[in-house]
């Protein structure tokens, strides 16, 4: 008995003592707030330096070095900007590219990236970091990407709560679709653009649940921003009525939406002319009808509103309705049907057309169709690009219309206009990787937030039925329990689990992703070699350097448009083609000078003033991105404008080869004659014949190539790059 | 130490009547040899002088053209002991305008170190190295063809002195000679030509030879090179080398050939250079090489603890007239290079091109002091132009100063190491990373008197006056939970002194214990009191006010019990119960106890986290 007892008093004391305990650090502790806010914030920051160092593979892999094609055109403009200053900047005429047309640059671009960098470059200065510009510019990427992570909490946090908010900045932080345009090195619109993007939108939805002018204002100035930063802004021009247009439908008009949309729209469109690429077209083209459209709609609305009021007669007010619609629908037609057939309201331009028709590029804009970005998505890329988001974003769709506020819609209407836009264009799954992100951490964030609601009230009752071992507490843990299903713990436990396999599933498969697909930088290429190192093919900069050091300063270089921009940027020479599609015949002289036989060719590239033509060769590497498959297009382009050129010319029954059942007009043209000059000659595979293509996997059909106006003038080691001088006409030699 | 002023472009177009020159000294024997090998030409003479005049020799002149006088990259001259031994000590070689001497030739004279008498006899040892004077010929030559060369000069030595006997060997690269100038007594033995002996020639005696010859040693001409010295105090030179490289030899023509490059990868007889090799100080560290377009992965760098050998590639192979440009930099721990001496500090490097075999036609030396350095100069072994820079780097405010030495036509010879003296004091060192302390501390203090400051425009609006009102309510409900936190205290207080007593059984100190708790719950009832009247006279309480209420009751229903059970639990102590009785008493307070306080514990969360 008396042991018994003891037993009891050590079991109080020991329950008092640990009730003292934890009371004493109670006092010691942070209240919950502070302890919550201390988590978010450090969490932020996590993911802040997650995003920026994930993005970072590509310099640890490579080098840290500026990618692909469009940034080398930035990175050389930024290079001008900071070494110029920006009014020559802005009134910078480039004599280096399309020659002899040339390029107005500071016209005919979007300045904010190069300012931003700029921009950067010189606070750095300031604070006399001795950074370099090229640092700054394969930097800025990785930096905007974790500025998106904090506005993607801050968005997630005014549609949902702070919770979905932070779960929306860690998956964005990694979310392969956006890493794609981000990691260090691809300097290029997009990597600033869908931060100023997700921020305009932030600011809106801001301005919309707060109806103030200051939020409101400072959308507009996000706008700007973004406007300033890429021609992706028409999303968000037709986004934002599309939606004011929405709430109007379903009865939400209020007048902080309002004060929203007019503030935004007036001042975000009178910013936006300011940018002399956009300037009048805001006012003027198509595809910016819609949001002035909504604009005066918003005032007619507002208008018989106060009519109505003033009115106070139901009859009175119907009849009025009735002639005041009518008239503005007709005027509203009258005014579009007459700029339209005026001119002064420019019709939708070929990008736009093909985003709401995705045939319409193949059929009718060949230059457009020419470019891989510019395909339509396979299910496997929205795969690689969202992996759970894909499945999360239905789940979040459910949650955001179980609580419909202005908020939620809009993300609902952002989340599905860019899937579609993201299932027309591959390129724009960027634009819907916010928006997956944003859905999808409102689902986590719901379901994990109900699971651990359901395993939080069970372990709380847990702990204190041990901690008093009494009946009471039993009791109450029936009561707990008394509404619930059975085995509800465990199953939201199990679910719980589930989530979080899932989500490190995600994190693996982003990082994974990130490293092995997207943190190429394209211009150094890396394979495996025999013995399983790696091997790096430097060409391309070898060809560039070459052509930068050996060759006149005032050589023109022709080659197809994609190289255009690099040539200009790392070989200092001026190019007749580049990557800024904008004339089409002009692509199309060069598409039809590589597809004639190499008298003509010699003929245009002496109108043309070629000194040297650079041709990117796969058939010795296995490099299959090469001039010769691309080559279809370059017929296409040129037949296009020129129909001397016709493609069927250069297929045997509708098949491209190159091999002896070659159309003879394909054996012969200028293209095939420089790819394949003195490649006859050449073993490129043990075990097969000389002038085996690796590439394409045939023995090529014509081995004696012979030039006779132009000579090679250097190849590069693997053969990717071939320049070939254009020899002086036979009296002058 | 003394520096030889040698000023290259020099010519004597002042009219002189050819003279011959009187002089005392007299030529006993002279053996002149002539490495062609590589693309610098080195002249090695050695003398045997006799003066057989009255006066007594201060100095020996030496004559070249001045077309040959225009490219002498270096000009060293020394005593020659015995056979073979030479004397490190180099003798001062400088310029000289000597009167009545034929035009066209420019004189340099050696200063003896000690006068030489008359009857006296001396050796002397003259290397002359010359840049830029192997001249390629044809000069265009397609890929596969073999570079030839041509070189000019005298089979007689050039002197102001009588030469009794004299002889010339002409060393080339290989035995593939295209021609040469036969004359007496030449004859080409294996990959050398004798000229000579010669006896008993006059003053000034010239025959012009033309050696037209193959070479196929690379001829990689650095037009400009630009080395960049930065010292840190943390412990690391920097070395930052930007090279503008050509091919110095006779020009590619009619394109180049990927295919025959690749299908005699080890053609010998190709002017064209694939490699370079830049031999570095030993712990050279943090290798870099590349270019304006980013880095070249085509090197390779091994080194042990005398050396550091990196062989760099161009991006691609080098033929004659072709360019590149690249940079390479590397770091070197600061103790090998930089020593004290009394009370200044010296930096010991070396001077020239790393890279084996370049000729450098601009060589520009920058010594990039740390922020704060002074009274700095320096001692270079050769006459050099010499400026001040300043530079900035990271967090500099009034720059680094910038020691700026420049010499044209720069070959191995001048690899030798130079010193820069200065005084810096270690204190400025901390400048740095203390203004980095202060920034971000300066960050942290604006931010808190950013949250600290109201900067509402409008002290009147409604928004305004309840925000001030909701933080009085705050203020108001954490005092009313902190003085709920320490009656909670004083519980755990009375419960340890009930735990003391089941130990010790001593009553007197558990109602002391409780007598002591008593007092301190009145005083505690004031102050909440007080706080709860300031709390319910705000309007904006109202909602949470319920909860205060009965946060404040529940807690007072706790106090109550838990003097109940202190009360009790005492009571039978001192009447002497068995634990069983006791335990059975105080059961009931036991159980509405731990509900009581976990109730008490729930009220505070929800209000902590309004607070």
């Known amino acids: 008995m008396g042991v018994k007892s003891e037993e009891g008093a050590k079991i109080t004391s020991s329950a008092s003592s640990a009730g003292g305990i934890l009371f004493s650090m109670r006092s010691l502790k942070l209240k919950t707030k502070q302890q919550e806010l201390l988590i978010r914030v450090s969490v932020l920051c996590l993911v802040y330096l997650l995003a920026f160092s994930v993005r970072l593979f590509s310099v640890l892999r490579y080098e840290s070095m500026i990618h692909e094609f469009d940034p080398y055109f930035n990175y050389r403009t930024t290079l ?273 057309y093909s985003l709401l028709d995705p045939t319409y590029a193949k059929d009718h804009i060949p230059i457009i169709a020419s470019v891989s970005e510019h395909q339509p998505t396979a299910w496997s890329s929205f795969m690689f690009d969202f992996h759970i988001l894909l499945l999360l974003f239905p789940a979040g769709l459910y949650f955001c219309f179980k609580r419909l506020t202005d908020a939620t819609i809009f993300i609902v209407m952002y989340g599905l206009t860019s899937m579609y836009f993201a299932g027309v264009m591959v390129r724009l799954i960027l634009v819907a990787a916010p928006a997956m992100c944003l859905v999808g951490a409102i689902a986590i964030s719901a379901t994990v937030k109900n699971l651990a609601s359901l395993v939080r009230t069970k372990s709380k009752s847990q702990q204190t039925s041990s901690g008093k071992g009494t009946g009471h507490a039993k009791a109450s843990l029936k009561a707990a329990l008394g509404q619930s299903l059975p085995f509800q713990k465990n199953v939201a436990m199990a679910l719980l689990f589930g989530a979080f396999y899932l989500l490190s599933r995600y994190v693996i498969h982003c990082t994974w992703v990130t490293s092995e697909a997207y943190s190429s930088p394209s211009i150094v290429l890396a394979a495996r070699g025999a013995n399983g190192g790696r091997v790096i093919f430097d060409d391309y900069r070898e060809a560039y350097f070459w052509l930068r050091q050996n060759t006149p300063p005032d050589a023109k270089v022709m080659s197809w448009w994609d190289y255009g921009y690099q040539i200009t940027a790392m070989g200092n020479r001026t190019v007749i083609v580049d990557n800024n599609t904008w004339n089409n015949t002009h692509i199309a002289t060069v598409g039809r000078a590589m597809s004639s036989y190499e008298d003509e060719a010699y003929e245009i590239m002496q109108s043309l003033d070629v000194d040297y033509v650079l041709v990117v060769f796969g058939g010795v590497t296995g490099y299959s991105s090469d001039d010769i498959n691309k080559f279809l297009w370059m017929v296409r382009i040129g037949g296009g404008v020129f129909p001397v050129i016709r493609e069927p010319d250069y297929l045997v029954n509708g098949e491209y080869r190159v091999d002896k059942g070659a159309a003879p007009k394909m054996l012969n043209c200028l293209m095939y004659k420089l790819c394949y000059y003195r490649f006859g000659e050449m073993t490129t595979e043990y075990g097969k014949p000389p002038g085996y293509d690796r590439a394409r996997g045939v023995e090529i059909g014509n081995k004696d190539v012979k030039l006779e106006h132009l000579e090679e003038a250097y190849t590069t080691s693997n053969w990717i790059v071939r320049i070939y001088k254009v020899k002086p006409p036979s009296n002058r030699r | 130490m003394a520096i030889s002023r040698v000023v290259l472009f020099l010519f004597f177009w002042n009219a002189i009547l050819w003279t011959p020159a009187r002089s005392d000294l007299v030529i006993l024997k002279l053996d002149r040899k002539i490495d062609l090998t590589s693309q610098t030409v080195r002249v090695t003479s050695s003398l045997k002088i006799e003066n057989a005049g009255p006066s007594t020799a201060s100095k020996v002149l030496l004559a070249f053209p001045s077309h040959q006088a225009r490219n002498i990259a270096e000009l060293r001259s020394f005593y020659r002991e015995g056979k073979s031994k030479v004397s490190s000590d180099q003798l001062r070689v400088e310029l000289v305008e000597p009167q009545g001497m034929p035009p066209d030739l420019t004189f340099y004279a050696v200063q003896l170190q000690k006068d030489l008498r008359r009857g006296e006899i001396l050796n002397l040892d003259v290397l002359a190295v010359f840049t830029h004077s192997l001249k390629p010929f044809p000069e265009q030559i397609s890929q596969t063809e073999v570079q030839l060369v041509v070189f000019q000069d005298s089979a007689y030595y050039l002197s102001p002195y009588v030469v009794k006997v004299q002889s010339l060997g002409v060393k080339l690269p290989s035995k593939n000679v295209e021609s040469f100038t036969k004359f007496e007594n030449s004859k080409l033995i294996d990959s050398e030509i004798k000229y000579g002996p010669y006896e008993n020639l006059p003053v000034f005696s010239y025959t012009p030879i033309v050696v037209h010859f193959e070479s196929s040693s690379p001829f990689a001409v650095a037009q400009e090179l630009l080395r960049e010295i930065e010292i840190s105090h943390w412990g690391n030179v920097q070395v930052t080398e930007h090279y503008k490289l050509v091919h110095g030899g006779a020009h590619n023509k009619g394109g180049f050939s990927r295919f025959d490059y690749q299908s005699r990868p080890f053609a010998s007889e190709s002017s064209s250079f694939r490699h370079l090799l830049a031999r570095l100080p030993p712990r050279a560290h943090s290798v870099y090489y590349r270019d304006e377009i980013g880095n070249v992965s085509t090197s390779h760098l091994r080194g042990d603890s005398r050396k550091t050998e990196l062989v760099i590639e161009p991006r691609y192979p080098m033929f004659g007239g072709w360019k590149t440009s690249f940079t390479i930099g590397y770091g070197l721990p600061l103790k090998d290079f930089l020593f004290q001496s009394e009370g200044r500090r010296l930096l010991n490097i070396s001077f020239g091109c790393p890279i084996e075999d370049v000729v450098v036609d601009d060589l520009i030396v920058k010594v990039v002091l740390p922020e704060g350095s002074k009274d700095f100069y320096s001692s270079v072994p050769f006459s050099t132009k010499q400026w001040e820079e300043i530079k900035y780097s990271h967090l500099d405010i009034a720059g680094r100063p910038v020691l700026v030495l420049k010499k044209t036509n720069v070959v191995p010879e001048h690899n030798e190491p130079f010193l820069v003296y200065y005084r810096f004091n270690n204190l400025s060192l901390l400048r740095e990373p203390l203004m980095l302390v202060s920034g971000f501390f300066l960050l942290f203090v604006a931010y808190i008197v950013f949250m600290h400051v109201d900067m509402s425009i409008s002290k009147s609006s409604a928004s305004y006056i309840s925000k001030l009102q909701w933080d009085e309510v705050q203020t108001s409900l954490q005092h009313v939970l902190s003085v709920i936190n320490r009656c909670l205290a004083v519980h755990g207080k009375l419960e340890a002194s009930l735990r003391d007593l089941s130990r010790t059984g001593d009553v007197r100190s558990c109602k002391a214990a409780r007598k002591a708790a008593d007092s301190v719950f009145k005083e505690l009832l004031k102050e909440l009191n007080l706080a709860l009247g300031s709390l319910q006279s705000s309007p904006q309480a109202a909602q949470i006010w319920p909860k205060v209420e009965e946060l404040v009751a529940k807690e007072r229903e706790l106090q109550e019990r838990l003097i109940l059970k202190h009360s009790s639990v005492v009571d039978s102590y001192e009447k002497k119960h068995s634990g069983r009785e006791i335990e059975n008493r105080i059961a009931a307070h036991e159980q509405k106890l731990v509900a009581l306080r976990h109730e008490v514990d729930d009220l505070i969360e929800i209000l902590d986290e309004l607070c």
């Open chain 1, 80 to 352: 001008f900007l900071t070494e110029n200053g920006f009014y020559e900047f802005w009134n910078w005429f480039d004599y280096e590219s399309w020659y002899p047309l040339g390029r107005i640059v500071g016209g005919t671009l979007y300045p904010g990236l190069m300012v931003t960098a700029a921009f950067i470059y010189w606070t750095l200065r300031f604070f006399r970091f001795a950074a370099h510009i090229r640092e700054v510019c394969v930097l800025t990427a990785p930096f905007f990407a974790a500025n998106t992570t904090i506005v993607a909490y801050f968005f997630g946090k005014e549609i949902w709560d702070s919770g979905a908010g932070l779960v929306a900045a860690a998956l964005i932080a990694i979310c392969p679709g956006y890493i794609s345009r981000s990691v260090a090195g691809s300097y290029d619109n997009e990597g600033v653009a869908i931060f100023a993007l997700l921020f305009t939108f932030f600011l809106f939805v801001k301005a919309v649940n707060t109806g103030s002018l200051a939020w409101s204002l400072a959308s507009a100035f996000g706008y700007f921003y973004m406007v300033s930063a890429w021609g992706g802004y028409v999303f968000i021009i037709n986004l934002i009525p599309l939606y004011v247009l929405v709430l109007l439908v379903t009865g939400r008009y209020s007048m902080r939406l309002y004060v929203a949309y007019n503030c935004m729209y007036i001042l975000g469109m009178l910013l936006a002319m300011q940018i002399r690429f956009v300037g009048f077209q805001h006012v003027q083209s198509g595809e910016h009808m819609a949001a002035m459209g909504v604009f005066f709609l918003m005032q007619m609305f507002y208008f018989l509103g106060w009519v109505k009021h003033l009115l106070n007669d139901a009859k009175l007010f119907q009849a009025f309705l009735k002639i005041s619609v009518t008239l503005a629908v007709g005027v509203g037609a009258l005014a579009l049907g007459v700029g339209t057939a005026s001119g002064y309201i420019s019709p939708w331009t070929g990008r736009f």
